[in-house]
């Protein structure tokens, strides 16, 4: 198998993007609150195995950690690449099936976000002369559209 590049981008002190250079799961993103939700996602498991790691987020190429490291994340950073390219390499799938069994009906999510948009987010942006408007909700990604 040929290398696998990882590019670490760094955001804050607590999160941290790691760009890798094909997908780690294509077309879909999951979230792992912690470390009892990523049970049976080989990658989820590997980065919360790594001391400090609070949260993992996978979207398509880009895996985004959240770890309490006061800014220091080069430590981090190798582990974090580590475990991408021995899953990566292994042929295992990053993330469990089981995984997307547990995510929200699209319907019910649409209400949700909606709900929120309404009551939270557009008063707010309205008074600045914008609005936020739901255009649809695939699997668990909402997509908005903005202006103002």
Known sequence: ??????????????????????P?????????????????SALAEK?????????????????TVTAPTGGDWM????SVGSALREVLG??????????LSLLPDAAELKTQVQEILNKEINPAVAAHGGW???????KNEVFIRMGG
Do not use: W
Not at 47 to 52: D, E, H
């Open 1 to 22: 198998m040929e290398e696998i590049h990882i590019t670490a981008e760094p955001k804050d002190n607590t999160t941290c993007r790691f760009v890798v250079d094909r």
């Open 47 to 63: 980065l919360f195995a790594i001391q400090s790691v609070d949260s993992v987020l996978i979207q398509d190429n880009v895996v």
């Open 132 to 138: 936020v408007e739901l255009i649809d909700v695939s």
């Open 75 to 78: 430590p981090i950073a190798k």
């Open 24 to 40: 780690v799961y294509p077309d879909g993103s999951v979230f792992f609150a912690d470390k009892t939700k990523a049970a049976g």
């Open 90 to 99: 292994s042929g295992k799938s990053p993330v469990a099936e089981s995984v």
